[in-house]
C-alpha cells in the first residue's frame, strides 16, 4: 500500500478488511475524494441474520460526505458489497463501518452535524457545511428519534405545559416539560386540548403512566385545563 494510502486508511478509522485504494485531490474543485476497496476474496457476515463468513454476492457503488479535510470537501467512494446468505438465504448490502445504512454521510459527519445543530439553526449548519437544508434535517430526525425512543418518562410526577411562538407571527408550539429535572418531555403544534392527550399518549410510549402526574403548572387556559 502507498504510504499516503496507508495514512488516510489509518486517519479515516479503516481496518481489514477496508483500505483506502485510490486518493485524488482536486485544490481547484477544493475537494479530496477517497476511494475505499476491501480485499479480494473478503467474507462478511449476513446483516439480516448474522451468519459470519459469507461470500461476496455483488457490489454496488455508494458514495458518502466525510469530515472536511481542512477546507476542502471529502467524498468516501466504495463498492459495497452484497451478500447472499447460505444461512437466512437473504441477499443483502453489508454494512459500512463508517456510515449508518441508507445514509450519504460518514458517522463521523453526522455527529458534527448534530454537535452544530445544538448550537446553530439549521440553515446555517448547513450553509456551513455547503450541503442542502434537507439533509440535515434528515440526520436531525434519524437521530433525535433514536435518541427519544430510549427515554424513560416513569419517574416524572411534575409537568408544566405552556406555549410558545415557533417563528415571528402566529405558529405557536406546546411545550411539556418535566419540572424537578427541567427536561424537555415533548413539544407539538398548535395549543388545543388535543395536544395535552398527544402528551399523555407519548408518556405511555416512554414507559409512564398518566394517572401518575400529581403535578400540572399551567395557565388557565380552556384547552390545557380541560386537557389535563
Ligand atoms: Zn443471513
New binding site residues.
Given amino acids: 500500500m502507498a504510504q499516503e494510502h496507508a495514512l488516510f486508511t489509518a486517519a479515516l478509522g479503516l481496518s481489514a478488511p477496508w483500505e483506502v485504494s485510490d486518493i485524488r485531490f482536486d485544490a481547484e474543485a477544493k475537494r479530496i475524494d477517497f476511494d475505499v476497496t476491501f480485499a479480494s476474496g473478503s467474507r462478511f457476515a ?1 446483516p ?4 459470519e463468513g ?1 461470500p461476496v454476492h455483488d457490489t454496488r457503488e455508494r458514495t458518502w460526505q466525510h469530515l472536511h479535510f481542512f477546507e476542502h470537501q471529502a467524498y468516501i467512494h466504495a463498492a459495497v458489497p452484497r451478500v447472499h ?1 447460505q ?2 438465504g ?1 441477499t443483502k448490502q453489508v454494512e459500512v463501518p463508517w456510515a449508518r445504512p441508507e445514509s450519504g454521510f460518514s458517522e463521523l459527519f453526522e455527529a458534527l452535524v448534530i454537535t452544530l445543530c445544538q448550537q446553530m439553526p439549521v440553515r446555517q449548519v448547513a450553509a456551513y457545511l455547503g450541503i442542502g437544508d434537507d439533509p440535515v434535517w434528515r440526520i436531525l430526525d434519524h437521530y433525535v428519534g433514536a435518541a427519544r425512543a430510549q427515554e424513560d418518562f416513569s419517574g416524572v410526577r411534575a409537568v408544566g405545559i405552556d406555549e410558545t411562538a415557533s417563528r415571528r407571527g402566529q405558529n405557536y408550539i406546546t411545550v411539556f416539560q418535566e419540572l424537578e429535572e427541567r427536561r424537555l418531555l415533548f413539544a407539538c403544534e398548535g395549543q388545543d386540548q388535543a395536544r395535552v392527550g398527544r402528551f399523555a399518549e407519548d408518556l405511555r410510549e416512554h414507559g409512564a403512566r398518566p394517572e401518575a402526574i400529581e403535578a400540572a403548572c399551567i395557565d388557565m387556559s380552556k384547552a390545557y385545563i380541560a386537557g389535563v
Wanted: contains cysteine; hydrophobic residues 30%; positive net charge.
Fill in positions: 449476513c439480516a441474520c448474522g451468519a459469507q446468505c444461512a437466512c437473504k
